[in-house]
C-alpha cells in the first residue's frame, strides 16, 4: 500500500515508531487533526479513501484507527512555519469496500507472529517435498490477500506475478530431486517470492512471506484455513467485534495498539 515506504531518505530521521498501518518507517509525516496519532501521508489518506467508499456520500469525518477519535482533516508538509491540511470530505473517487474476509486477513497482520507460527508444520512441509503438489486455491488466497494489505480492488496484475514466482520457484532444479536440502530450497523459495512481493508490500513483505508459507504449508482451502487460524487468535469469524473477541485479541501481544479495522460504522451492507 506505501510504495515510498522502499525511499529512505523521505523518512522521518530518528523517528524509531513505525507507521501504525504500513508498520514500515513514516513517509511525509502526517496528523489526525483532533488526536494527533501519526501516520504515513498516503497510508491515511488510502484508509479514509477505504473508509468513504463504505458510504453512500462522502463523509466528513474519518474515525482514527488507533483511537476511534472523530477527525475532519489530515495535517501534513508541516515545515516549521506552515502546514497543508486535507479536508476528509474531499473527492476521492474511490469506491473499493473491504469485506468482512478482507479485514480479518488485514487484522492478522497485526498480531504477534508467533502466535500462528506453529499451527502447521512448515517443516513438514520442506521435507517431504509438499510444495511440488498444485494448490488450486493459491491464487485466490492470494488475490484476498494483496486486495486486503493494498486495499486496492484490481490487484490481478500484481496477483499474475507473485504467483508467476511462487510456481517457478517451487519448482526450480527439481531434476536434482534428492540433492535438495530442504533448508536452502525454503530459503531460496522466500527470498524469490520477497524480491517479487517488495515493491507492492513495502514493510509488509516478511509477514506476507510467512502467511503464505503457512498458507501453503496447511493444505487446506481458504474456509477451513481461516477457521483453523481464527481458532489461534481466539476469534469467532472474520469481522468479529464483539468484546470478548477484542479482549481475546489483546491477551495476545499485539505489535501495535488495536487497529479498528473490524468497526463497521458504514451505511452500506458487506
Request: with cysteine.
Amino acid at each position: 500500500m506505501n510504495e515510498e515506504s522502499n525511499n529512505s531518505s523521505a523518512c522521518s530521521s530518528g523517528d524509531s515508531n513505525p507507521c501504525p498501518i504500513c508498520l514500515g518507517p513514516i513517509v511525509q509525516d502526517s496528523y489526525l487533526d483532533k488526536c494527533f496519532h501519526k501516520f504515513c501521508y498516503s497510508c491515511i489518506v488510502q484508509w479514509t479513501k477505504v473508509v468513504a467508499g463504505k458510504h453512500s456520500r462522502p463523509p466528513s469525518s474519518v474515525k482514527c484507527p488507533l483511537c476511534k477519535t472523530e477527525n475532519l482533516s489530515i495535517i501534513h508538509g508541516y515545515d516549521g512555519s506552515s502546514f497543508q491540511q486535507h479536508y476528509i470530505n474531499q473527492d476521492f473517487g474511490y469506491s473499493f469496500i473491504l469485506t468482512r474476509a478482507h479485514k480479518y486477513r488485514l487484522q492478522c497482520y497485526y498480531t504477534e507472529p508467533g502466535i500462528v507460527n506453529d499451527i502447521f508444520n512448515v517443516s513438514r512441509y520442506w521435507k517431504s517435498h509438499k510444495y511440488l503438489q498444485p494448490n488450486r486455491w493459491l491464487q485466490s488466497w492470494l488475490r484476498r490477500e494483496i486486495q486486503a494489505l493494498m486495499q486496492e480492488e484490481d490487484v490481478d496484475i500484481i496477483v499474475h506475478h507473485i504467483l508467476g514466482v511462487i510456481n517457478s520457484s517451487l519448482t526450480r532444479n527439481e531434476q536434482k530431486f534428492h540433492q535438495i536440502v530442504p533448508e536452502t530450497k525454503q530459503e531460496d523459495v522466500k527470498a524469490l517470492v520477497s524480491n517479487a512481493a517488495n515493491p507492492f508490500l513495502g514493510a509488509r513483505t516478511e509477514r506476507f512471506v510467512n502467511e503464505l508459507e503457512l498458507f501453503l504449508a496447511s493444505g487446506l482451502n481458504i474456509e477451513a484455513y481461516d477457521a483453523v487460524y481464527m481458532h489461534r487468535l481466539g476469534w469467532s469469524s472474520p469481522g468479529d467485534s464483539s468484546e470478548a473477541s477484542k479482549e481475546a485479541l489483546n491477551e495476545r501481544t499485539t505489535v501495535i495498539p488495536y487497529l479498528y479495522i473490524f468497526d463497521d460504522d458504514s451505511d452500506e451492507p458487506d
